[in-house]
């Protein structure tokens, strides 16, 4: 392990031991599940997965999916703690009372200052939001945009068309987890906007975006005959 390695392993150093590793190579595991239960526990995670990733650029990438986690909970929280914040959407709040909250997103923001120090380590940055700027794609701002990318992500998964490198099915929250995290988009609350448009809209408006890829690729379809 070269200096740098250390260092940065250093910053997510743990106040207890933490000694059972068993289920840390499991590819359902992330990090934002153990951080809900424990800092020391995620950072022993983080360390893990830092000293098996084989280059600097899976290093990154792994900080920057995390970092992107603690950042949507940090917005999603911070908007159920304020009273003048009226979405309709009380995930956390339909599960911790204010204090937990409190203390739960006090702890995701210590878990984010740690990944931003470690990420600045590695690509020697100076701006808090450093990793922003390595994001290729955003969903589009057209209205309903986000809930037709959820029913097209939900009807892949449920097509059994994505399965991790070793070949297992991931869990549907792992799923939209990453897909969110690729797109810039936070889908921890995935299952509140899907159950919400289905019960709220029509059969043919939660078809829509598949009729509209039906029409594509039928149009091709003629196209190439």
């Not at 526990?41 to 290093?59: G, S, V, W």
Request: include cysteine; glycine fraction near 4%.
């Amino acid at each position: 392990m070269d200096t740098l390695d250390g260092f940065i392993l250093n910053v997510f150093r743990t106040s207890k031991p933490i000694l059972n590793h068993e289920n840390f190579d499991d590819e359902n595991v992330w990090v934002c599940d153990l951080l809900n239960q424990d800092l020391d526990l995620a950072n022993e995670y983080i360390k893990h997965k830092l000293t098996t990733c084989k280059t600097k650029i899976d290093k990154l990438e792994f900080l920057y999916a995390s970092r992107s986690c603690y950042k949507g909970t940090i917005q999603s929280l911070e908007n159920e703690l304020d009273p003048t914040y009226n979405s309709g959407y009380t995930y956390y709040r339909d599960q911790l009372s204010e204090s937990e909250m409190r203390v739960r997103l006090a702890r995701y923001k210590q878990a984010f200052e740690m990944t931003d120090q470690a990420i600045c380590y590695y690509i020697d940055c100076s701006k808090l939001d450093c990793g922003e700027a390595s994001k290729t794609f955003q969903v589009s701002s057209k209205k309903g945009a986000k809930v037709d990318v959820i029913r097209i992500l939900n009807a892949l998964y449920e097509l059994k068309l994505i399965e991790l490198k070793s070949g297992q099915v991931p869990s549907k929250e792992l799923f939209m987890q990453r897909a969110g995290e690729f797109l810039g988009i936070d889908l921890s609350k995935y299952e509140v906007d899907l159950s919400q448009a289905l019960n709220n809209a029509s059969l043919e408006a939660n078809l829509k975006v598949f009729e509209e890829m039906k029409s594509i690729t039928q149009n091709k379809h003629y196209i190439v005959k």
